[in-house]
């Protein structure tokens, strides 16, 4: 929860890929708020003084999950909604702010965002999402610790790159410090 909200402030990309790792964690746990408490959240905590907040979070996170029938796969709304407004941003740095420095990088990382798009279940998503994806993918084999080639580290590094930039132009827009008319 405290975490969430830091990186919610603080950089957009390293939140979807948080939540995205926590809605996995209340699917692995089967949605008992209680396994989840015990062997997820108090171990990570310093002190019983978060329990009560974090019951709440869970909690609030269970029932909109349920609610929202994303029990097997999918994303709760407030981050499918954080998604549409980052893949809106894309499009506006690529076509209206023409910011070359992120055509670059969205053009160095796209054959690498096709590729994975072609090797997973993505086919009808955007390549920001995909990137994502992607992202969420290579943070998984890490936590198995399976080996990842250093081409696909490559990939992931041009991904990785372009989800950065593209993080704090969205924390400027959020703020009201971007230019949108003078890049």
Same mark, same amino acid.
Do not use: C
């Given at each position: ?31 008992? &708020?209680?396994?989840? !408490?015990? =062997?997820? /959240? @108090? ?6 003084? #978060?329990? %009560? $907040? ?34 809106? &941003?894309?499009?506006? !740095?690529? =076509?209206? /702010? @023409? ?6 990088? #969205?053009? %160095? $990382? ?74």
């Amino acid at each position: 929860m405290l975490i969430a909200q830091q990186k919610l402030k603080e950089n957009i990309a390293e939140y979807i890929l948080y939540m995205y790792q926590i809605e996995d964690v209340i699917r692995a746990y089967q949605f008992d &708020l209680d396994l989840i !408490l015990e =062997n997820y /959240v @108090k171990p990570q905590l310093p002190d019983n003084s #978060f329990l %009560s $907040s974090y019951t709440k979070w869970y909690t609030n996170l269970i029932n909109n999950m349920k609610s929202q029938k994303i029990e097997k796969s999918g994303h709760l709304y407030e981050i499918n909604e954080v998604m549409i407004e980052i893949s809106y &941003l894309h499009t506006t !740095l690529l =076509n209206i /702010v @023409k910011d070359e420095k992120y055509k670059t990088l #969205f053009e %160095s $990382s796209l054959p690498n965002i096709e590729d994975f798009k072609e090797k997973s279940n993505l086919k009808d998503k955007n390549p920001i999402e995909i990137a994502f994806h992607a992202l969420y993918m290579k943070l998984l084999l890490r936590l198995q610790k399976k080996e990842i080639s250093a081409e696909s580290e490559e990939a992931f590094d041009t991904m990785r790159v372009l989800l950065a930039y593209i993080a704090r132009a969205y924390n400027q827009m959020k703020n009201g410090s971007m230019d949108f008319v003078n890049n």
